[in-house]
């Protein structure tokens, strides 16, 4: 049971829609400014997208940099900590596109359109 309660831990970390979408942006670009982090997640909202980082702050995985000038300069980057994650979250989204793959092996690359018509 007390190894369940560790995973439980890491899933508090990257449960969420965006979480893992955030990170794997700062993995990808590197340090980002608030704008780029919107524009390179178009779907996700200003609310929703302060939330989920500040919740990453908190657990140092990702650092917040804020820089004294007008107007103001917010940078965010994946902490030395939080880049232990990388090996987990490459692993994870290489599984979902070979879960994707093997979806549409099995139904067809329609099977989305198909599954909302029912």
């Known amino acids: 049971m007390d190894t369940y309660c560790k995973f439980?831990?890491?899933?508090?970390?990257?449960?969420?829609?965006?979480?893992?979408?955030?990170?794997?942006?700062?993995?990808?670009?590197?340090?980002?400014?608030?704008?780029?982090?919107?524009?390179?997640?178009?779907?996700?909202?200003?609310?929703?997208?302060?939330q989920q980082l500040r919740e990453l702050e908190y657990h140092d995985i990702?650092?917040?940099?804020?820089?004294?000038q007008v107007p103001p300069k917010v940078e965010y980057s994946i902490t030395e900590y939080g880049r232990g994650m990388h090996t987990v979250l490459k692993a994870m989204n290489d599984w979902g596109v070979a879960h994707i793959e093997h979806l549409n092996e099995l139904y067809g690359e329609n099977r989305l359109e198909e599954k909302s018509s029912r």
């Open 8 to 50: 439980e831990t890491s899933l508090d970390i990257l449960v969420g829609k965006w979480k893992p979408v955030i990170l794997l942006r700062l993995f990808e670009d590197g340090t980002m400014r608030f704008s780029e982090l919107q524009k390179a997640i178009p779907d996700i909202t200003k609310k929703m997208l302060t």
């Open 62 to 68: 990702v650092h917040r940099e804020v820089y004294q």
